[in-house]
């Protein structure tokens, strides 16, 4: 399998684009003609072919400018990716998690060659190659979940398991939809949580929470989470909200098709062996309101969701101001027709 | 549910009452490695009933080349450690769940403090290894009531944080002294009888210590009991013999429930309970008082019923 | 002053009880300002509580260092600030042993970070008791700058490093002892809505 790798930016020009073979791919979030929250994981593993869901860690097209963006964003702010002292060991399950899924699942991209603890990484589509010795973070150019995660597309949190609870103690973060983990490090899974609105009376987060607590080796799940975002920017941290947030204001009918985002996050949760602690990798898609609007079905789904989603989850994903202008653009794609059960378009 | 079939490899008696098993892949490959305090399930057939205990790794965390278990034989129990010491035979395999952690080490400590009674002694060995690895200050306590019994001490490495008393000998384990005194930041962790873990418990309570700072780890087994019967959804009823627990029947009768810990621990087989004219004994550690005192839920893994009917969510 | 009741809000705003005496147990006391009156009631409730207690007050403006004395804590001591109180605290945190109580009381600007900190030094989380008392200013710390600024009354306020005007979210982080303020006016600049006193 061959990958084209764009050459694109998720800043300034934002000269990001999908190809129609990214368009059709995309994991469009809703199942059905109405949004609400609920639980919604499933099993990770595999799925149809050529999708986000078939690999393990999916690479696309985007790949090589995500990791570009993300350095830029670590150059600015450091403290993106933080990691309390205790989660070391948890950086290193992690690390080989992704190196082994990645060399198998993408042999052409990623090699990974182990004699005992000495490992040989090699990286093409970054041009990485590495000898290290695996436990020791002397043996490389920084701590094992920094150093990974600078190679993985996505955000990446490390929640340790103690209390009954899950705790949020180290991460990088540059993709975030709105959150910092400068602030948030360190809480747990209600508190990290506390600012969306309804679902904890909904009893979603107790749900899910002892659902994770017994997530077991070798069985991953996933689930889908989305939001709006204007311009295809990565980084829409609290940080920089004085930058970007003047964006928001920029939509008028002639643009939203080119500028409004549907942002949708695969997020996978993966129990790790050594530290018993959870990974949680939160993997960004981006496409534009008119790219989405070329697959039929979503046109017509994207504007009956949108349209009568509650007024609350409008304003705490950050759309709300933009709403109106969004729906009328919407309403020109869809015909009242009958649209097919699941994800996946026609 | 995934389960390895594992082959075993060596069967070393420890003391009169405990023997090691050590289990390897077939092929040779690398097992799953895991952390200090993880146990796994091992399946047994034994003669026509399927049993399922759960046993504490003992071996490195680090070291995929095996898992090793120490199992001490009750004869009076419900025959899973008779079958592993007297049908089980090196060559023979057996199907093994992956790891579980469920009495996992606080890496945040400053300094971890280990209580043992017993075949309670278990956990901490593979712990053991662990700290020594990652270089944390520890003390462990590892009581017994004579070397016989103290079947672990020949696993432990020759260290002055390790203290063996055993009671025969007339050197019992002071609670009070061994609570007292310890740098903020210590963590307790207590495997071992109930009686063991309740005076823990009681002793850290009156001297002070938050409850946050104290981990245990009981080996429920299900207790019997009189025979009793189970209405499901369908209108199904299932039986549950004296010396079988309810999730070993349903799981006979090839109901689906899921599980993890089977000791009343973990929540995994919290059942919901539509009708219940009787009442339910519960065994577990997992459902809080008022759930416990409603009667509408239950742990199929160690509790039971008895009454007239009652009918479960499945 | 009586004990603050705050309104019901997100799952990470902290919310405080009142103290509840452990006996005589060794313990940790720090009281600010008007939290001094939560000590005197807990005293008065259990004297014992006293017998080895480590009382540092932070008068703020206040007169009950007096009375606090009159307590006969094993240790007794002023200090003029939460800074100039620190190294002491930390010292006494770094000899304390497991069955150390602490028991604080004050405005959530000294609640948030004396918790912190001993949380840091290893008091696990339920060995902490806190009540609120006195004023309803916050610790706020600016997502932008990172910067924290103390004492503050209104909704939105100034940031008094890097000078953005920020609104006052109820988000809290334990680890910070501070609550997060975001620019008000990223998408609107200038415009900023009126500014209210922050209320419980």
């Given at each position: 399998?061959?990958?084209?790798?764009?050459?694109?930016?998720?800043?300034?020009?934002?000269?990001?684009?999908?190809?129609?073979?990214?368009?059709?791919?995309?994991?469009?979030?809703?199942?059905?003609?109405?949004?609400?929250?609920?639980?919604?994981?499933?099993?990770?593993?595999g799925?149809?072919a050529?999708?986000?869901?078939?690999?393990?860690?999916?690479v696309?097209?985007?790949?090589?400018?995500?990791?570009?963006?993300?350095e830029?964003?670590?150059a600015?702010?450091?403290?993106?990716?933080?990691?309390?002292?205790?989660?070391?060991?948890a950086?290193?399950?992690?690390?080989?998690?992704v190196?082994?899924?990645?060399?198998e699942?993408?042999?052409?991209?990623?090699?990974?060659?182990?004699d005992?603890?000495?490992?040989?990484?090699?990286?093409?589509?970054?041009?990485?190659?590495?000898?290290?010795?695996?436990?020791?973070?002397t043996?490389?150019?920084?701590g094992?979940?920094?150093?990974?995660t600078?190679?993985t597309q996505?955000d990446?949190?490390?929640?340790?398991?103690?209390?009954d609870?899950?705790?949020?103690?180290?991460?990088?973060?540059?993709?975030?939809?709105?959150?910092?983990?400068?602030?948030?490090?360190?809480?747990?899974f209600y508190e990290?949580?506390?600012?969306?609105?309804?679902?904890?009376?909904?009893?979603?987060?107790?749900?899910?929470?002892?659902?994770?607590?017994?997530?077991?080796?070798?069985?991953?799940?996933?689930?889908?989470?989305?939001?709006?975002?204007?311009?295809?920017?990565?980084?829409?941290?609290?940080?920089?909200y004085?930058?970007?947030?003047?964006?928001?204001?920029?939509?008028?009918?002639?643009?939203?098709?080119?500028?409004?985002?549907?942002?949708v996050?695969?997020?996978?949760?993966?129990?790790?062996?050594?530290?018993?602690?959870?990974?949680?990798?939160?993997?960004?898609?981006?496409?534009?309101?008119?790219?989405?609007?070329?697959q039929?079905?979503?046109?017509?789904r994207?504007?009956?969701?949108?349209?009568?989603?509650?007024?609350?989850?409008?304003?705490?994903?950050g759309?709300?101001?933009?709403?109106?202008?969004?729906?009328?653009?919407?309403?020109?794609?869809?015909?009242?027709?009958?649209?097919?059960p699941?994800?996946?378009p026609? | 549910?995934?389960?390895?079939?594992?082959?075993?490899?060596?069967?070393?008696?420890?003391?009169?009452?405990?023997?090691?098993?050590?289990?390897?892949?077939?092929?040779?490959?690398?097992?799953?490695?895991f952390?200090?305090?993880?146990?796994?399930?091992?399946?047994?057939?034994?003669?026509?009933?399927?049993?399922?205990?759960?046993?504490?790794?003992?071996?490195?965390?680090l070291d995929g080349?095996?898992?090793?278990?120490?199992v001490?034989?009750?004869?009076?129990?419900?025959?899973?450690?008779?079958?592993?010491?007297?049908?089980?035979?090196?060559?023979?395999?057996?199907?093994v769940?992956?790891?579980v952690n469920?009495?996992?080490?606080?890496?945040?400590?400053?300094?971890q403090?280990?209580?043992?009674?017993?075949?309670?002694i278990?956990?901490?060995?593979?712990?053991?290894?662990?700290?020594?690895?990652?270089?944390?200050?520890?003390?462990?306590?590892?009581?017994?009531?004579?070397?016989?019994e103290a079947?672990?001490?020949?696993?432990?490495?020759?260290?002055?944080?390790?203290?063996?008393?055993?009671?025969?000998?007339?050197n019992?384990?002071d609670?009070?002294?061994?609570?007292?005194?310890?740098?903020?930041?210590?963590?307790?962790?207590?495997?071992?009888p109930?009686?063991?873990i309740?005076?823990?418990?009681e002793?850290?309570?009156?001297?002070?210590?938050?409850?946050?700072?104290?981990?245990?780890?009981?080996?429920?087994?299900?207790?019997?009991?009189?025979?009793?019967?189970?209405?499901?959804?369908?209108?199904?009823?299932?039986?549950v013999?004296?010396?079988?627990?309810l999730?070993?029947?349903?799981?006979?009768?090839?109901?689906?429930?899921?599980?993890?810990?089977?000791?009343?621990?973990?929540?995994?087989?919290?059942?919901?309970?539509?009708?219940?004219?009787?009442?339910?004994?519960?065994?577990?550690?997992?459902?809080?008082?008022e759930?416990?005192?409603?009667q509408?839920?239950i742990?199929?893994?160690?509790?039971?019923?008895?009454?007239?009917?009652?009918t479960?969510?499945? | 002053?009586?004990?603050?009741?705050?309104?019901?809000?997100?799952m990470?705003r902290?919310?405080?009880?009142?103290?509840?005496?452990?006996?005589a147990?060794?313990?940790?006391?720090?009281?600010?300002?008007?939290?001094?009156?939560?000590?005197?009631e807990?005293?008065?409730?259990?004297?014992?509580?006293?017998?080895?207690?480590?009382?540092?007050?932070?008068?703020?403006?206040?007169?009950?260092?007096?009375?606090?004395?009159?307590?006969?804590?094993?240790?007794?001591?002023?200090?003029?600030?939460?800074?100039?109180?620190?190294?002491?605290?930390?010292?006494?945190?770094?000899?304390?042993?497991?069955?150390?109580?602490?028991y604080?009381?004050?405005?959530?600007?000294?609640?948030?970070?004396?918790?912190?900190?001993?949380?840091?030094?290893?008091?696990?989380?339920?060995?902490?008791?806190?009540?609120?008392?006195?004023?309803?200013?916050?610790r706020?710390?600016?997502?932008?700058?990172?910067?924290?600024?103390?004492?503050?009354?209104?909704?939105?306020?100034?940031?008094?490093?890097?000078?953005?005007?920020?609104?006052?979210?109820?988000?809290?982080?334990?680890?910070?002892?501070?609550?997060?303020?975001?620019?008000?006016?990223a998408?609107?600049?200038?415009?900023?809505?009126?500014?209210?006193?922050?209320?419980?």
């Amino acid at each position: 399998m061959t990958i084209r790798f764009n050459d694109e930016t998720f800043r300034d020009d934002y000269t990001f684009h999908n190809s129609p073979e990214a368009i059709r791919r995309f994991p469009f979030p809703f199942d059905q003609d109405s949004y609400m929250y609920s639980v919604n994981l499933e099993p990770h593993a595999g799925g149809r072919a050529g999708t986000p869901f078939q690999n393990r860690f999916d690479v696309d097209e985007h790949y090589v400018a995500e990791m570009k963006d993300r350095e830029i964003t670590l150059a600015q702010d450091p403290l993106r990716c933080q990691s309390l002292p205790h989660m070391e060991l948890a950086g290193w399950d992690f690390l080989e998690l992704v190196m082994v899924s990645k060399a198998e699942d993408y042999p052409e991209l990623f090699e990974l060659h182990r004699d005992g603890d000495r490992w040989h990484w090699i990286n093409r589509p970054l041009g990485i190659e590495q000898r290290f010795t695996f436990l020791d973070p002397t043996t490389l150019p920084c701590g094992p979940l920094e150093y990974i995660t600078r190679q993985t597309q996505g955000d990446h949190a490390l929640l340790d398991q103690r209390d009954d609870n899950l705790w949020m103690d180290a991460g990088m973060i540059t993709s975030q939809a709105d959150w910092s983990l400068d602030f948030d490090i360190g809480m747990n899974f209600y508190e990290w949580h506390a600012p969306v609105p309804k679902a904890h009376e909904m009893g979603v987060f107790q749900r899910a929470l002892k659902f994770l607590l017994n997530l077991r080796q070798e069985a991953p799940v996933r689930r889908l989470n989305w939001t709006m975002t204007v311009n295809p920017r990565l980084d829409t941290s609290p940080e920089n909200y004085h930058k970007w947030g003047p964006e928001k204001r920029t939509i008028t009918p002639e643009t939203v098709g080119a500028k409004q985002h549907l942002r949708v996050e695969l997020q996978t949760l993966w129990r790790l062996p050594r530290s018993n602690a959870i990974a949680f990798p939160i993997r960004c898609y981006l496409c534009s309101l008119e790219d989405i609007v070329t697959q039929p079905k979503w046109g017509r789904r994207l504007h009956r969701v949108l349209r009568d989603l509650p007024d609350e989850l409008a304003e705490y994903k950050g759309f709300a101001v933009n709403r109106p202008t969004i729906v009328d653009y919407l309403a020109k794609f869809d015909d009242g027709a009958p649209t097919s059960p699941g994800i996946f378009p026609d | 549910m995934s389960a390895l079939t594992l082959r075993v490899t060596e069967i070393t008696p420890l003391s009169p009452l405990v023997t090691r098993f050590r289990f390897e892949h077939p092929e040779g490959a690398g097992l799953p490695l895991f952390s200090g305090g993880a146990h796994v399930v091992v399946e047994m057939p034994d003669a026509g009933v399927l049993r399922r205990n759960a046993y504490s790794l003992i071996s490195d965390p680090l070291d995929g080349s095996g898992y090793e278990i120490a199992v001490r034989r009750e004869d009076g129990g419900r025959g899973g450690s008779r079958f592993l010491h007297t049908k089980v035979s090196v060559g023979d395999l057996l199907r093994v769940n992956l790891p579980v952690n469920l009495f996992a080490l606080d890496l945040r400590a400053k300094k971890q403090l280990m209580i043992a009674g017993g075949i309670g002694i278990t956990p901490f060995l593979a712990q053991l290894k662990q700290l020594a690895r990652l270089q944390m200050p520890f003390e462990l306590h590892y009581a017994a009531r004579s070397r016989a019994e103290a079947a672990g001490i020949a696993l432990l490495p020759d260290l002055p944080q390790i203290h063996v008393h055993i009671s025969d000998e007339g050197n019992r384990m002071d609670l009070g002294a061994i609570l007292s005194g310890q740098p903020l930041g210590t963590h307790v962790y207590t495997c071992g009888p109930e009686g063991l873990i309740a005076a823990v418990d009681e002793t850290a309570a009156r001297l002070g210590w938050p409850k946050g700072a104290l981990h245990s780890e009981a080996f429920l087994a299900p207790p019997p009991g009189a025979p009793f019967t189970v209405t499901l959804k369908s209108g199904r009823e299932i039986e549950v013999g004296a010396h079988q627990s309810l999730l070993e029947a349903l799981e006979a009768a090839e109901v689906a429930v899921d599980w993890s810990c089977r000791g009343g621990a973990c929540g995994r087989c919290e059942t919901g309970v539509s009708a219940c004219h009787g009442r339910i004994e519960h065994h577990d550690h997992w459902l809080s008082d008022e759930e416990k005192a409603s009667q509408t839920k239950i742990m199929p893994c160690v509790s039971r019923f008895v009454g007239e009917t009652l009918t479960l969510d499945l | 002053m009586p004990r603050t009741e705050f309104s019901p809000s997100i799952m990470s705003r902290p919310v405080y009880a009142p103290l509840k005496a452990q006996g005589a147990a060794p313990a940790l006391m720090l009281a600010e300002a008007e939290g001094a009156e939560a000590i005197l009631e807990l005293a008065a409730a259990d004297p014992s509580v006293m017998d080895r207690a480590h009382l540092i007050f932070i008068p703020g403006g206040t007169g009950f260092g007096p009375r606090l004395a009159a307590l006969r804590a094993r240790l007794y001591h002023e200090a003029p600030s939460y800074p100039a109180a620190l190294e002491r605290y930390r010292k006494a945190l770094l000899d304390a042993h497991m069955g150390t109580q602490l028991y604080l009381a004050g405005t959530e600007g000294l609640i948030g970070q004396a918790s912190a900190e001993a949380l840091a030094a290893g008091l696990p989380a339920d060995a902490i008791q806190a009540e609120h008392r006195g004023s309803l200013a916050r610790r706020m710390q600016c997502v932008h700058c990172k910067g924290v600024t103390e004492g503050v009354t209104t909704d939105p306020f100034t940031c008094s490093h890097c000078g953005l005007t920020l609104f006052v979210r109820d988000h809290f982080s334990r680890r910070l002892g501070a609550f997060q303020g975001v620019c008000v006016d990223a998408e609107t600049p200038g415009v900023t809505p009126a500014v209210k006193e922050i209320k419980a």
